[in-house]
């Protein structure tokens, strides 16, 4: 078992090192594979989460507006994958330039638990501004790069899990501000 366990990690630190990196809209519904990790079986391959639809709510953004992310997270491996993804704690975030501004706002009190995906499942998850702990607002007109980051576990088995974090990049699109 232990053997297992430091074999799982190196490839984990191996993979991470392959994460493909992709820009998309945020009104894109490309598919996206963000950490694609590989045993040296071909035909296992037990450590790829896989996101879809990365995108805005809204879906267009103006300067001085308020928004929250939102993608689609699907486990294509062989061992379930668990994290938070709810509306009041979700573990999704985004790291944005310096045209979003990104601010720590009042989460709600809320028990949860974790989303556990086995494989072949998918799930909607969401950073919700101004209720999940965090707020996004738009700065400044243009686009705007951002990475947006979900960790996980991999439920290895009932006592075993490892610990891994994905991310990728892609753009927003900040319209001027509105005229009342």
Do not use: H, W
């Given at each position: 078992?232990?053997?297992?366990?430091?074999?799982?990690?190196?490839?984990?630190?191996?993979?991470?090192?392959?994460?493909?990196?992709?820009?998309?809209?945020?009104?894109?519904?490309?598919?996206?594979?963000?950490?694609?990790?590989?045993?040296?079986?071909?035909?296992?391959?037990?450590?790829v989460?896989?996101?879809?639809?990365?995108?805005?709510?809204?879906?267009?953004?103006?300067?001085?507006?308020?928004?929250?992310?939102?993608?689609?997270?699907k486990?294509?491996?062989?061992?379930?994958?668990?994290?938070?993804?709810?509306?009041?704690?979700?573990?999704?975030?985004?790291?944005?330039d310096?045209?979003?501004?990104?601010?720590?706002?009042?989460?709600?009190?809320?028990?949860?638990?974790?989303?556990?995906?086995?494989?072949?499942?998918?799930?909607?998850?969401?950073?919700?501004?101004?209720?999940?702990?965090?707020?996004?607002?738009?700065?400044?007109?243009?686009?705007?790069?951002?990475?947006?980051?979900?960790?996980?576990?991999?439920?290895?088995s009932?006592?075993?899990?490892?610990?891994?974090?994905?991310?990728?990049?892609?753009?927003v699109?900040?319209?001027?501000?509105?005229?009342?």
């Amino acid at each position: 078992m232990a053997m297992l366990n430091i074999i799982l990690l190196c490839i984990v630190l191996t993979g991470s090192f392959y994460i493909p990196q992709q820009m998309v809209d945020s009104e894109s519904t490309q598919s996206k594979i963000l950490t694609n990790l590989t045993t040296s079986d071909k035909t296992v391959n037990p450590l790829v989460v896989q996101v879809e639809q990365i995108k805005t709510i809204p879906n267009k953004i103006y300067v001085g507006e308020k928004f929250s992310i939102n993608a689609t997270v699907k486990n294509t491996g062989v061992y379930p994958v668990t994290f938070t993804a709810n509306l009041c704690d979700s573990e999704l975030y985004a790291i944005f330039d310096s045209k979003v501004e990104e601010s720590l706002a009042p989460a709600c009190k809320m028990m949860s638990e974790p989303v556990i995906l086995n494989t072949g499942e998918k799930v909607i998850v969401q950073r919700i501004s101004g209720l999940s702990g965090i707020t996004y607002k738009a700065l400044e007109e243009g686009q705007s790069s951002a990475k947006v980051i979900l960790p996980f576990k991999i439920n290895i088995s009932k006592t075993e899990t490892i610990d891994s974090l994905v991310g990728d990049k892609f753009n927003v699109t900040i319209n001027p501000e509105l005229s009342t």
